[in-house]
């Protein structure tokens, strides 16, 4: 009961099977993904790893949903410590280990396909159950991911929402589709936008600055009339000389006249604070 593309497999079945002893199993740097599946040591811990371990245990007609899903459709978010999603029909009883989230919704036949040797929801289904189940601008985040890689169109979900009415979560998932834009380059930028449009404020997202014919730099959101800029920096900002370079773009950004709301990952724990800056740097 090995799953041969990932390394993962069923302790039980390894011992039964003689593969390893219960001994080797507890001393060997097995990793453990959820109840009773592991994981050779050598392979990368993300959550699509830990829901090829769910994987093995779904009981017939359930598949890895939501979120989770969402990995397999460009939106690989969701960390590894994260549940797994998994969505159940009405018909299959399942409630899975703990480190799984159970969904029960109607699932059709062609809602699900492989990935990988993974059951998962289909790319239209994955985004209806991310927009239904997840919190507003984590949703947004995963609906601009997958339709700026290309696993759904926007004409396909508002299409989907259109024909949704008085399905489970129309109402959510009609509020997130209005609020997506593919344009987006990053989950945080994708949260910081819906916190500033939710306040009734319009950035443009990957807004290109030029002054006297040279290019200063694209940025993750503009009010080009404030001539007010907000970017986000990331874990990539700190690597090797890329804060001196990002330092010195802020600096002629600046001397041609922008200001810049510099934010963090810190940041993204205080919307309402990031709101409140931006605001601030808007009416100055």
């Not at 404020?201 to 009339?225: H, I, K, N, S, T």
Request: aromatic share 6%; with cysteine.
């Amino acid at each position: 009961m090995r799953h041969h593309l990932t390394g993962v497999f069923v302790g039980s079945h390894a011992v039964a099977e003689g593969l390893l002893t219960a001994k080797q199993l507890r001393q060997r740097s097995y990793r453990r993904l959820v109840q009773g599946v592991y994981a050779d040591p050598g392979l990368e811990f993300h959550h699509r790893l830990r829901c090829a371990g769910v994987a093995l245990v779904l009981p017939p007609g359930a598949a890895i949903g939501g979120h989770s899903a969402a990995a397999w459709h460009g939106a690989p978010f969701a960390g590894p410590h994260d549940p797994v999603t998994v969505i159940r029909p009405p018909s299959v009883l399942w409630k899975g280990p703990r480190e799984v989230r159970v969904r029960r919704a109607a699932l059709s036949e062609g809602d699900v396909e492989q990935r990988d040797g993974v059951p998962v929801t289909s790319p239209l289904r994955t985004a209806w159950d991310v927009a239904g189940l997840e919190s507003l601008g984590t949703a947004v985040a995963a609906l601009d991911a997958m339709v700026r890689c290309g696993s759904v169109s926007l004409p396909d979900l508002v299409a989907q929402v259109e024909d949704g009415a008085g399905r489970w979560g129309v109402v959510r998932v009609r509020r997130a589709v209005g609020l997506v834009d593919p344009r987006a380059e990053s989950p945080p930028e994708s949260r910081v936008r819906v916190a500033l449009v939710l306040a009734g404020l319009a950035p443009m997202p990957q807004f290109e600055v030029w002054a006297a014919g040279a290019f200063l730099g694209r940025v993750d959101l503009a009010f080009p009339e404030q001539r007010v800029l907000v970017e986000y920096e990331g874990a990539h900002h700190f690597e090797d000389d890329q804060i001196v370079r990002d330092d010195e773009r802020f600096v002629r950004l600046e001397a041609a006249g922008w200001r810049v709301v510099r934010l963090s990952s810190g940041d993204l724990r205080d919307l309402d604070g990031v709101v409140t800056r931006v605001r601030a740097a808007l009416n100055r």
